[in-house]
């Protein structure tokens, strides 16, 4: 997974993950470059959490969360649909579905500010 987010400064991240569970409940493990988990996201209706270096933060939501953690909502509903090639309403965001097939998908926000780019490519 790789995001950019072009806010001032920029801001880039990239990392391995391992998703479970769904929009309504979930889980969203950051791996480190030697695998080991460096961030582990969770949500359901009750909120989120982020347990990271020993400590957990909790959020009302997953939106709050990931805003939090990267800067910017990341549509974690939408990004489920994505992965299964599906193109839900998403407002703001461009998804590019094209190499889907082949375990790659691209998605766009224009708005609101600032724009953020998201690329994932699964292992197959």
């Known amino acids: 997974m790789q995001l950019k ?3 001032d400064p920029a801001q880039a991240f990239s990392t391995n993950f391992d998703l ?3 929009a309504q409940a979930g889980k969203l493990s950051l791996l480190t470059p030697l ?3 460096a961030a582990r996201l ?3 209706a009750n909120g989120a959490t982020m347990a990271s270096a020993g400590e957990e933060q909790q959020f009302t ?4 969360l990931t ?3 990267t800067g910017s909502v990341i549509p974690i509903a939408s990004l489920f649909g994505w992965l299964r090639g599906e193109s839900p309403n998403t ?3 461009q998804v590019e579905l094209d190499d889907i097939a082949k375990g790659r998908l691209r998605a766009f926000r224009h708005s609101p500010e600032p724009p953020v780019e998201l690329k994932i490519i699964l292992d197959q």
Do not use: K, V, Y
Request: proline letters at 5%; a negative charge; charged letters at 20%.
């Open 5 to 7: 987010i072009q806010s």
């Open 20 to 22: 479970e569970g769904d």
């Open 35 to 37: 695998g080991s988990t």
């Open 42 to 44: 969770q949500w359901n």
């Open 61 to 64: 939501s997953i939106d709050a």
């Open 67 to 69: 805003r939090h953690a």
């Open 91 to 93: 407002p703001g965001w």
